[in-house]
């Protein structure tokens, strides 16, 4: 059964304006010795990594290290700005991430009498397979995981059967598989 990912508190400060992310081509190619290149894609949803930005002030900071430290290395639901926010017509909307790297922390404001301010960098994937559902999911019917009697929610696969939307049927097989509805 899928679990939810937690919410990122909304009382730790959001991410700077300053994102960035790498929607990695999910494409293995083959060279031949005469002729072109075989090329076949690895994933149907791109693998996206996401470079993120905090800056808060030291007292947050001490807050926000915290919940990272116990939390932000497993998923977790995040607000940013992105496709999912303009297909839902919002400014920021959850996307479902985790940290990936270390932590980079830099000190830009202090001056001995005002309070400390920090920017703070990491790495994120961002999984775009529970985000942004397959659009062609939404024809035909559905192979679900488990049997009839006691289907995963989590295993839902779009398409039919005999074409299914993705390339890997997580239970049973395109031909057999556990449970139609």
């Known amino acids: ?10 009382t730790l400060p959001c991410p700077a304006v300053s994102l960035s992310g790498t929607a990695a081509a999910a494409v293995l190619r083959t060279p031949f010795d005469s002729g072109l290149s075989r090329q076949r894609r ?3 949803r791109l693998p996206t990594l996401l470079q993120l930005e905090w800056l808060m002030d030291q007292k947050k900071l001490a807050t926000w290290m915290s919940w990272v430290n116990d939390h932000a290395w497993e998923w977790f639901q995040l607000k940013l700005p992105g496709e999912l926010a303009g297909a839902h017509n919002e400014q920021t909307w959850p996307h479902t991430v985790r940290f990936t790297s270390d932590l980079e922390k830099e ?3 202090y001056d001995g009498k005002m309070v400390p301010f920090w920017r703070v960098s ?3 994937e961002w999984n775009r397979a529970i985000d ?3 659009v062609a999911a939404l024809r035909d019917s559905w192979i679900i995981g488990g049997s009839a009697t006691a289907p995963e929610s989590e295993d839902v696969i779009g ?3 005999d074409i ?3 390339e890997v049927i997580i239970a049973g097989t395109a031909t057999a598989p556990n449970a139609i509805v």
């Open 132 to 134: 942004v559902p397959h």
């Open 159 to 161: 398409g039919t059967a």
């Open 42 to 44: 690895t994933h149907r």
């Open 164 to 166: 299914p939307e993705i």
């Open 107 to 109: 000190l830009i404001a």
């Open 122 to 124: 990491v790495q994120a």
């Open 1 to 10: 059964m899928a679990t939810v990912a937690r919410a990122y508190p909304a």
